[in-house]
């Protein structure tokens, strides 16, 4: 099997990921990751042309409700609870 990622790679890959790898774990991961990139390149053997694209196994559908308006609170009843109001929005304490 022809190397599809090299170990410079591999280790390049690593440190941008900052993660610290020994020799043996990075012969490990040179080796799965070029399993991985051959089984993709067998799948690209494939003639999906006339397959339609799907972004799910399964069809799904939106089980939301529809949106309808409806009365809402009456604002003096709402800001009458607040603490602090300036007669449209909530007054809270900044916070940085």
Same mark, same amino acid.
């Given at each position: %099997?022809?190397?599809?990622? *090299?170990?410079?790679?591999?280790? #390049?890959? +690593?440190?941008? +990921?900052?993660?610290?790898? *020994?020799? &043996?774990?990075?012969?490990? %991961?040179?080796? &799965? !990751? $070029?399993?991985?990139?051959?089984?993709?390149?067998?799948? $690209?053997?494939?003639? *999906? +042309?006339? !397959? /339609? /694209? *799907?972004? #799910?196994? !399964? &069809?799904?559908?939106?089980?939301?409700?529809?949106? &309808?308006?409806? /009365?809402?609170?009456?604002?003096?009843?709402?800001?009458?609870?607040? /603490?602090?109001?300036?007669?449209?929005?909530? =007054?809270?304490?900044? =916070?940085?």
């Amino acid at each position: %099997m022809r190397e599809k990622i *090299t170990r410079d790679e591999v280790r #390049h890959v +690593a440190r941008l +990921a900052r993660l610290e790898l *020994t020799e &043996q774990e990075e012969k490990l %991961m040179t080796e &799965q !990751i $070029n399993n991985i990139l051959s089984y993709m390149e067998k799948l $690209n053997e494939l003639d *999906t +042309a006339n !397959i /339609p /694209p *799907t972004t #799910h196994a !399964i &069809q799904l559908e939106n089980v939301f409700r529809a949106d &309808q308006v409806e /009365p809402s609170l009456d604002r003096e009843e709402v800001f009458s609870n607040a /603490p602090q109001s300036d007669g449209s929005s909530f =007054v809270v304490p900044k =916070v940085f």
